[in-house]
């Protein structure tokens, strides 16, 4: 189950935060304003899922694999087709 979870927060990484917020205490006491995480949630769901997971299972040490995790989940939220999936415009 956890796989399936980690594979769709690739695909619907909203989803997956709220199932998280929900079900789990996966977000508390990591941030200490609550505004971070609805931020997150809104412009940069990805690197808020990867920001909490270092602080998971990483217990905050931001070494080199957490790193490019941190700059990959960046370029996945900040890439410019995120969102324009079944956008097309023909011109005739």
């Not at 956890?2 to 594979?7: A, D, E, T």
């Given at each position: 189950m956890?796989?399936?979870?980690?594979?769709s927060a690739l695909f619907l990484p909203?989803?997956?935060i709220v199932l998280l917020w929900l079900f789990t205490h996966w977000?508390?006491?990591i941030f200490s304003l609550a505004l971070w995480p609805v931020?997150?949630?809104l412009f940069l769901p990805t690197t808020l899922l990867w920001y909490?997971?270092?602080e998971?299972?990483?217990h905050g040490q931001w070494g080199?694999?957490?790193i490019i995790g941190i700059v990959l989940a960046l370029l996945i939220d900040l890439s410019p087709t995120a969102g324009r999936h079944g956008r097309r415009v023909y011109i005739r």
């Open positions: 956890p796989c399936l979870l980690v594979v909203r989803f997956v977000f508390s006491g931020l997150g949630f909490t997971a270092v998971h299972w990483f080199v694999i957490p």
